[in-house]
Nanobody, 119 residues
Framework: QVQLVESGGGLVQPGGSLRLSCAASGSMFRTYIMGWYRQAPGKQRELVAIITSGGTTNYADSVKGRFTISGNNANNTVYLQMNSLKPEDTAVYYC?????????????WGLGTRVTVSS
């Protein structure tokens, strides 16, 4: 079982930046996909960005060019650098980890960290 703990959320003004971290512990998969998802009030949870154990990344169109996902295999930590934040980025951000071949919904989830973009 993999445990995930997110940190780094908070209140930021439009145009500002935040860096989220997700620390994984437990029996980590040898090959895996880790990612960030978010859920805004009244909306479904949506993909933000994912990174594979091999370093391949993918982003939602809404965050391309503004967000960067990166990983540190040595300490099983994934980061999400968020720049040029917009009010519509306001959401609870969740970290997810799963082995290849498993859908995100069936993977491990953190408890989430709240990001609020407001002036």
């Amino acid at each position: 079982q993999v445990q995930l703990v997110e940190s780094g959320g908070g209140l930021v003004q439009p145009g500002g930046s935040l860096r989220l971290s997700c620390a994984a512990s437990g029996s980590m998969f040898r090959t895996y996909i880790m990612g960030w998802y978010r859920q805004a009030p009244g909306k479904q949870r949506e993909l933000v960005a994912i990174i594979t154990s091999g370093g391949t990344t993918n982003y939602a169109d809404s965050v391309k060019g503004r967000f960067t996902i990166s990983g540190n295999n040595a300490n099983n930590t994934v980061y999400l650098q968020m720049n040029s934040l917009k009010p519509e980025d306001t959401a609870v951000y969740y970290c997810n980890a799963r082995p290849f071949g498993v859908v995100a919904a069936s993977g491990s989830w953190g408890l989430g960290t709240r990001v609020t973009v407001s002036s």
